[in-house]
């Protein structure tokens, strides 16, 4: 499942595991909380990198989408903090 804001076309989709992003961004920062819907794609949109290395770590990875999958050197963001 991805969490992503559908009406800004910068933003990049979050992997969403048991109520929270798998970067920790949505329990940890400020964001808009409001706009944000759940998704089962990406909806065309990049996946967070932290996301990415993350759920890399985890025991059981989350499996991205068959869209991510076909065109994941699309889907790299670089987050600067």
Same mark, same amino acid.
């Given at each position: =499942? $991805? +969490?992503?804001?559908? @009406?800004?076309?910068? &933003? ?7 109520? *929270? ?5 949505? &329990?940890? &920062?400020? =964001? ?6 759940? &998704? ?9 990198? =932290?996301?990415? +290395?993350? @759920? ?5 990875? $989350?499996?991205? *989408?068959?869209?991510?999958?076909? @065109?994941? *050197?699309?889907?790299?963001?670089? $987050?600067? $903090?």
């Amino acid at each position: =499942m $991805f +969490i992503l804001n559908p @009406n800004k076309k910068e &933003s990049v989709a979050h992997l969403w595991l048991n109520g *929270d992003t798998v970067c920790k961004l949505y &329990s940890t &920062s400020k =964001m808009r909380k409001k706009k944000l819907k759940l &998704s089962e794609t990406t909806q065309g949109k990049k996946v967070c990198h =932290m996301c990415q +290395i993350n @759920n890399k770590k985890l025991k059981t990875p $989350f499996v991205l *989408d068959k869209e991510y999958e076909k @065109n994941k *050197d699309n889907y790299v963001v670089n $987050f600067n $903090f």
